[in-house]
């Protein structure tokens, strides 16, 4: 299981080493534009329990930036799956789903760990200053686990690029602005956060906001994303062998 | 050793393997020929764990495909129709990558990509990014790739298709180099000369059923030694003849507009399918 484990893994390192600049670019360009036009921009004219929107905004950047970097994994596997047919030297090695899965989240959850580092970095300019603890990370982590399960599980099931970019549409870009990124889910109307709190991202925005503002969440959050992201995680074990046609 | 019974497989309503049955020795070189959707790739990927088979049962070196799919991969090597090589790779990486797959340890990696590299004639190129190579060099590395875990079996999946004449050659002395090192080869081609040049057995397959399955000079003998090519209004029509003498004397009433040549497998094939190879 290790060996094909690393091997995943690394094929998906070697890649993000050899496109490192390109990727880093991409990773700062969406929280940039967010930071100047959103936090910057207006300045005081918001303020959440008595922190800036700035503050406000900052934690939840890191949950959007963690979930669409993990998620972005399943558009490298299908790249590799349908246009370059690099899946198939996956398929035809003895090596076992739980390998190659845990190999590609893994993948994942490092290029959302690179994304948190970049908006941490383009936070500073602005001055903010926030708690960066161990359960600050866990929660991004265990946010990370999440979306990158759910990507090996979804990029298995889909037949086409276009079906890719159609699941991204449906469950990524609403859950970016709706899940406690923008502003506190208390504005809306009760069914809605009903609804809202059964995302995974809000979850995990609370908790990274919870503990970047130096307080401490309940523990909750964190069971809520491992137990999601264990069901992601079967799911795309599950899936793995369905992708065999 | 390939063993396949009764194999089949159906994409909805299509039967695109209807019934197999075959077993290649260890150590042969095989060959299934036959025209394009003829069912050639699906057998090999049903023999390496890409596609599920809808019935039967194939085993490579006596280990199930369904019931011990690891064991059976790891008797195989593969190489694609398509090229299927990590382009933002470099040659060595890519070599590295599969070793790793198949549980490699690193002195036997290393020790393992020199020597392939030397035999494939691409040492002086392994730092180069996959991208970077042509055609005919992806295909030497995608055949090093497969040898890389010492298999002993290796299927190749039309692994001329698209390259010149001048490297198509060439990849068919690596080809019979690597059975002579006692390699069991599988080869699906729809190109003739390459099944008559490399295979000791050929089966021809055509809609999803083997249609005959012999050494390429006993199906040619079937039909005669010489053949004559004739084009009239309806097209070319082929004529068989078992000498020289007797397809001079068909030739001697006639005017122009026919070629004398020695018969190849695809009249064979012709004469069972009613269709031709290529």
Known sequence: ?245 | MIRIEKLEKNYGNIKALDGIDLHVPVGELFAFLGPNGAGKTTTIRILTGLTRLSSGRAALNGHDIESEPLAAKRQCGLVPQHINMDSELTVLENLDIHGRLFGMKPAARKQKIKELLTYVDLIDRKGSLVNQLSGGLKRRLMIARALMHEPRILFLDEPTVGLDANIRRRIWGLIKKVQQDGATIFLTTHYIEEAEFLASRVAFLDLGRIVALDRPETLMNRMGAWAIDQLNAEGMRTRCFQSREEAREFTAGQETGFTLRRVNLEDAFLSLTGKKVQ
């Open chain 1, 1 to 245: 299981m290790m060996q094909g484990l690393i091997a995943v893994y690394l094929r998906e390192l070697l890649i993000l080493k050899r496109r490192l600049k390109r990727q880093l670019a991409g990773m700062a360009i969406s929280p940039l534009l967010y930071l100047i036009a959103f936090g910057y921009a207006m300045g005081d004219a918001a303020s959440f329990n008595g922190h800036t929107y700035l503050e406000f905004l900052i934690p939840g950047l890191v949950a959007m930036g963690s979930m669409t970097q993990a998620f972005g994994i399943a558009t490298d596997i299908n790249v590799a799956r349908f246009y370059w047919h690099i899946f198939e030297e996956f398929q035809a090695a003895p090596i076992s789903n739980a390998a190659y899965v845990t190999g590609e989240v893994l993948a994942g959850m490092t290029r959302a760990l690179l994304s948190i580092g970049v908006i941490l970095v383009l936070s500073l300019p602005f001055g903010v200053v926030l708690h960066y603890g161990p359960l600050f990370w866990l929660a991004a982590l265990l946010n990370s686990f999440v979306f990158a399960a759910l990507a090996v599980a979804l990029a298995m099931l889909v037949k086409s690029h276009a079906d890719q970019s159609l699941l991204t549409n449906f469950i990524i870009t609403p859950m970016a602005f709706l899940g406690g990124t923008f502003f506190p889910l208390e504005r809306l109307p009760e069914w809605a956060q009903t609804i809202l709190w059964a995302l995974p991202l809000t979850h995990a925005s609370g908790a990274i906001r919870a503990t970047a503002f130096g307080q401490t969440p309940g523990y909750q959050a964190y069971l809520i994303l491992l137990a999601i992201g264990a069901l992601f995680f079967w799911f795309a074990l599950c899936s793995v062998g369905r992708a065999r046609d």
